[in-house]
């Protein structure tokens, strides 16, 4: 876990389509605002040139029925299509937040009400409601605003409700009235702020389908004044011509919707991909990074002597280093990490938060978080350097030959799946046996695992067990494809005190009677006394010392051990 | 009796989004024409006239004794008749739903496989150059006005390629449709052995089945893809692949299980969007469905009508909702607890 928040939080960079789009919109921005300095021809007036005639030199997207000029109407529309979306967009926001602010704030009868109106409102064909309420109103264009706006408050209330009721109970809210805030200041300046992100994003989505459905009004002639350069009403007169052949007249306002409201999509899209990784930037990054990583690594092994692993060692790792991939190329993390299993021992990874002990495990089986890079070392295991042809190598020995039990088990457990369904998929993975041998396989295990009921207990989802029967059959999976190693993630994390004893007596008793190679990672230097044969410490993803627990825990040679110690024991004495 | 009472409690919910659907239509129906009895009668009609026909429709009443019968009649299944046809709406739209549902299946069936393909695809190959390629186009579907792709299919597969009939409705003019079976003409015309005639109808839906089908398939790829790629990177899918859990198993059953919850909210969406007769998509084919109904009886203030379809509308709105807070809990144990 701890060494997971590096990568959490890398810098968020914003993906190229949302500038991609931003960029559009400023410029159909600017030009809207500016029609008139680029039309050539006035847009309402009849036959500046001949009727239909094709895009050409003096007529860029040619001309209508009447003999307009389609390039200069279709740039005077773009004040209408762009000037409407923002303001319903705008006007849209500011109602629907406030109202979902209340709503989730306050709750009670006011949510209730809301949120029966907000259904009613969203069980119409959102179209259809615009057309009956402009049908109702008159067309014009506030009255299309009017309109519009109304049919996209619901969305924001829904959105904003939502963002208001998950972080109503989160602790800097709790912090702001403790310390004595009146419960309205809390809303504005602590919760909306807090929930802004996700609004832009949506808004500008529901900017891109707005576009859309004012364009869709003007088609059917239930928009603005007939007539005006409107997109819609555009598409609209070229309808017909398009059967003739007059492609342009429809065609070209089209493109301009299309732009529009595809840039303010890529906008919204954009910022609501929080993963990084994702974005095109982060992706160049990383590549480049793994690149410089692979050249590094070529030259070092070159220059390494041939080692020879000792036989008693099941898992050697030598010089493993690496890092996180940041705009200057790798961020190190681990530097020349080395140590070693011994068969048949149970060797702890001790360190505190951040010191690289839960990265070099997951390391061991390929299961880095995205984003990391090594850049250097080897990992030997039984033999064999496992990164020499990875991932192939991951594969012949994951699972199969080295199990992992992971530190949260009911969020490692699949949701929607039974945990006898997840068993008997693991066993076969792993063993050569039919699905009926591999359901018994898995009963036994559960009762192995000292969890009462198995049959019962196979046929219930994660959900349904506590933290601590979750863990067991976390243990339970790891165990059923018969490894030699298994590597436990900090297990009892998050357990109960007296739960976490019992978890790790049952780990101590499995990995006895079968005999298995066990790496423990750990920041319980109790627990390593108790259960541990080796001992590696970690600190700042560098290995300080190893050795064997009587040694590191009678006379420890590195200072950071000796402090580590103290402090365990000064905890033990209080 | 534990499990009967939260069905209940959403049936009445359902309920009362229905009443409150049609009161709102009502309440804009009289906004938009207090007086509709000079849809009925010619402008020269003298008073008398004017008086006994807003008499037979109850127009002479106060307006909360008219929205009193106007539900009493809902409940008796009268939607009332069609100023513009003549008939009753019940009859009319029952005689258009085929057509709506003939081009909204195909539709829905072609765009979320298409979407589902594409979206898992674009996810799985996260950031390679087919992924951008596929979002781009992704992006394209979900800006594109219906009623422009409309256009501009039937300009480049019918005007210039002449690949596609023209926008005339189900069948080519002229021909006469296969006899009643599914109502889907088609099928009816494959079951009855007339393949030439279900070659004609198949091209007649080709083009409407395309711009509908590109309306659902923008929409559930770029669900499924955000969906998938959040499931991926879940600790159970990191569980899945320590215990060497073949890829193909990880990917269309592990996560895949996870992606259809939120694909399905979205589904459902665009399902009820879809079959309510996407207005515009049937407007520019011609094509004889609710969807066109509605458009002519908005631009002709034709009240009934517009009642009837709104009715419509809305009970499919919460039907399709219902199904899919029944088919959530059948995908996810969490909330059948």
């Given at each position: 876990m701890s060494t997971l928040q590096p990568a959490r939080r890398r810098r968020r960079s914003t993906p190229l389509s949302v500038w991609l789009g931003a960029g559009i919109v400023a410029v159909m921005a600017v030009v809207s605002a500016t029609t008139r300095l680029w039309a050539p021809y006035d847009p309402d007036t009849a036959g500046v040139g001949p009727p239909y005639a094709a895009p050409s030199r003096d007529y860029l997207f040619g001309t209508d029925r009447v003999g307009s000029d389609v390039f200069s109407r279709t740039l005077s529309a773009a004040t209408t299509d762009f000037g409407i979306t923002l303001s319903a967009v705008v006007i849209a926001f500011v109602i629907g937040t406030a109202l979902g602010a209340l709503a989730g704030f306050y709750g009670g009868i006011l949510d209730t009400i809301l949120m029966r109106l907000m259904e009613i409102v969203q069980a119409f064909p959102a179209l259809l409601l615009a057309m009956l309420m402009v049908a109702a109103v008159g067309s014009g264009i506030v009255n299309v605003i009017v309109v519009v706006s109304i049919l996209g408050i619901p969305n924001y209330v829904r959105l904003v409700r939502a963002e208001i009721l998950s972080k109503k109970n989160w602790q800097f809210a709790e912090a702001a009235k403790v310390i004595g805030n009146r419960p309205s200041r809390v809303l504005f300046r602590h919760l909306l702020p807090n929930s802004m992100r996700p609004l832009i994003a949506f808004s500008s989505i529901n900017a891109s389908w707005v576009a859309i459905i004012v364009a869709s009004l003007g088609f059917i002639g239930l928009g603005i004044e007939p007539g005006s350069a409107e997109w819609g009403s555009m598409i609209s007169r070229g309808q017909d011509s398009i059967l003739s052949g007059e492609w342009w007249i429809s065609g070209f306002p089209g493109i301009a919707l299309l732009l529009l409201s595809?840039?303010?999509?890529?906008?919204?899209?954009?910022?609501?991909?929080?993963?990084?990784?994702?974005?095109?930037?982060?992706?160049?990054?990383?590549?480049?990074?793994?690149?410089?990583?692979?050249?590094?690594?070529?030259?070092?092994?070159?220059?390494?002597?041939?080692?020879?692993?000792?036989?008693?060692?099941?898992?050697?790792?030598?010089?493993?280093?690496?890092?996180?991939?940041?705009?200057?190329?790798?961020?190190?993390?681990?530097?020349?990490?080395?140590?070693?299993?011994?068969?048949?021992?149970?060797?702890?990874?001790?360190?505190?938060?951040?010191?690289?002990?839960?990265?070099?495990?997951?390391?061991?089986?390929?299961?880095?978080?995205?984003?990391?890079?090594?850049?250097?070392?080897?990992?030997?295991?039984?033999?064999?350097?496992?990164?020499?042809?990875?991932?192939?190598?991951?594969?012949?020995?994951?699972?199969?030959?080295?199990?992992?039990?992971?530190?949260?088990?009911?969020?490692?457990?699949?949701?929607?799946?039974?945990?006898?369904?997840?068993l008997i998929d693991a066993c076969r993975a792993n063993r050569k046996v039919s699905r009926n041998e591999a359901r018994a396989i898995a009963i036994a295990m559960l009762e192995r695992v000292q969890i009462p009921e198995p049959e019962r207990r196979m046929r219930q989802y994660p959900h349904e067990f506590s933290g601590g029967m979750a863990q067991r059959v976390m243990l339970a999976l790891a165990l059923i494809s018969e490894p030699e190693l298994l590597v436990l993630d900090e297990p009892t994390t998050g357990l109960d005190v007296t739960i976490q004893a019992d978890v790790m007596k049952l780990i101590v008793d499995l990995v006895r009677t079968e005999g298995l190679t066990a790496c423990l990672i750990t920041h319980d230097l109790g627990v390593v006394a108790e259960t541990c044969q080796d001992v590696v410490v970690m600190r700042d993803g560098r290995v300080r010392e190893t050795g064997s627990c009587q040694q590191i825990f009678t006379n420890p040679q590195d200072p950071y051990t000796a402090a580590l110690l103290a402090a365990s024991r000064l905890v033990e004495a209080a | 009796m534990d499990r009967a009472r939260?069905?209940?409690?959403?049936?009445?919910?359902?309920?009362?989004?229905?009443?409150?659907?049609?009161?709102?239509?009502?309440?804009?129906?009289?906004?938009?024409?207090?007086?509709?009895?000079?849809?009925?009668?010619?402008?020269?009609?003298?008073?008398?006239?004017?008086?006994?026909?807003?008499?037979?429709?109850?127009?002479?009443?106060?307006?909360?004794?008219?929205?009193?019968?106007?539900?009493?009649?809902?409940?008796?299944?009268?939607?009332?008749?069609?100023?513009?046809?003549?008939?009753?709406?019940?009859?009319?739209?029952?005689?258009?739903?085929?057509?709506?549902?003939?081009?909204?299946?195909?539709?829905?069936?072609?765009?979320?496989?298409?979407?589902?393909?594409?979206?898992?695809?674009?996810?799985?190959?996260?950031?390679?150059?087919?992924?951008?390629?596929?979002?781009?186009?992704?992006?394209?579907?979900?800006?594109?006005?219906?009623?422009?792709?409309?256009?501009?299919?039937?300009?480049?597969?019918?005007?210039?390629?002449?690949?596609?009939?023209?926008?005339?409705?189900?069948?080519?003019?002229?021909?006469?449709?296969?006899?009643?079976?599914?109502?889907?003409?088609?099928?009816?015309?494959?079951?009855?052995?007339?393949?030439?005639?279900?070659?004609?109808?198949?091209?007649?839906?080709?083009?409407?089945?395309?711009?509908?089908?590109?309306?659902?398939?923008?929409?559930?790829?770029?669900?499924?893809?955000?969906?998938?790629?959040?499931?991926?990177?879940?600790?159970?899918?990191?569980?899945?692949?320590?215990?060497?859990?073949?890829?193909?198993?990880?990917?269309?059953?592990?996560?895949?299980?996870?992606?259809?919850?939120?694909?399905?909210?979205?589904?459902?969406?665009?399902?009820?969007?879809?079959?309510?007769?996407?207005?515009?998509?049937?407007?520019?084919?011609?094509?004889?469905?609710?969807?066109?109904?509605?458009?002519?009886?908005?631009?002709?203030?034709?009240?009934?009508?517009?009642?009837?379809?709104?009715?419509?509308?809305?009970?499919?709105?919460?039907?399709?909702?219902?199904?899919?807070?029944?088919?959530?809990?059948?995908?996810?144990?969490?909330?059948?607890?």
């Open positions: 595809a840039s303010f999509y890529l906008i919204g899209d954009g910022l609501s991909e929080d993963s990084p990784g994702s974005s095109v930037l982060s992706a160049r990054l990383l590549r480049r990074a793994r690149r410089g990583a692979a050249t590094a690594m070529a030259t070092a092994a070159a220059a390494r002597p041939e080692s020879t692993p000792a036989p008693d060692r099941i898992l050697e790792v030598i010089g493993f280093s690496g890092g996180f991939a940041g705009p200057e190329g790798v961020r190190p993390v681990l530097h020349d990490v080395s140590f070693g299993l011994r068969r048949g021992v149970m060797t702890a990874i001790v360190g505190e938060t951040g010191s690289g002990k839960t990265l070099s495990a997951l390391s061991i089986v390929g299961l880095a978080p995205e984003g990391f890079i090594r850049t250097g070392g080897q990992l030997v295991f039984d033999g064999v350097d496992l990164l020499a042809d990875e991932p192939a190598s991951y594969g012949r020995v994951r699972g199969t030959r080295i199990s992992l039990v992971f530190q949260d088990a009911r969020g490692s457990l699949n949701p929607v799946f039974t945990v006898g369904n997840q | 939260p069905i209940a409690v959403r049936v009445a919910g359902s309920l009362a989004v229905i009443l409150g659907v049609v009161t709102l239509t009502f309440v804009l129906a009289r906004i938009v024409s207090p007086d509709p009895t000079n849809l009925y009668v010619s402008p020269q009609a003298d008073l008398e006239t004017r008086a006994a026909i807003r008499a037979n429709l109850g127009l002479d009443k106060s307006i909360p004794a008219q929205y009193g019968q106007f539900l009493a009649d809902l409940v008796r299944g009268r939607l009332g008749t069609s100023f513009s046809t003549g008939q009753p709406v019940t009859s009319d739209l029952t005689s258009r739903l085929p057509a709506t549902f003939e081009l909204a299946t195909y539709a829905v069936i072609g765009g979320t496989l298409l979407g589902f393909a594409v979206g898992i695809l674009s996810a799985v190959l996260r950031g390679s150059v087919l992924d951008k390629i596929l979002r781009f186009l992704t992006v394209g579907g979900l800006a594109m006005p219906q009623f422009w792709i409309g256009l501009m299919l039937l300009w480049i597969f019918f005007v210039k390629m002449g690949l596609a009939p023209g926008p005339v409705g189900r069948l080519p003019i002229g021909v006469n449709p296969p006899p009643r079976i599914t109502s889907f003409v088609v099928v009816d015309s494959l079951l009855t052995g007339r393949f030439g005639l279900a070659r004609h109808a198949a091209a007649q839906l080709a083009l409407p089945v395309v711009t509908l089908g590109i309306a659902v398939f923008a929409p559930i790829a770029r669900t499924v893809r955000s969906a998938m790629i959040e499931a991926l990177r879940a600790d159970y899918i990191r569980t899945a692949i320590a215990m060497n859990i073949p890829k193909r198993t990880i990917w269309f059953r592990y996560a895949f299980k996870n992606v259809l919850l939120p694909v399905l909210t979205m589904l459902a969406g665009v399902i009820g969007f879809a079959f309510s007769g996407a207005v515009l998509v049937e407007g520019i084919f011609a094509w004889p469905g609710v969807g066109q109904y509605a458009l002519d009886a908005i631009q002709q203030s034709d009240f009934p009508a517009i009642q009837g379809f709104v009715l419509y509308a809305a009970i499919l709105y919460v039907v399709i909702y219902l199904i899919l807070d029944l088919a959530y809990s059948s995908i996810d144990p969490r909330v059948r607890a």
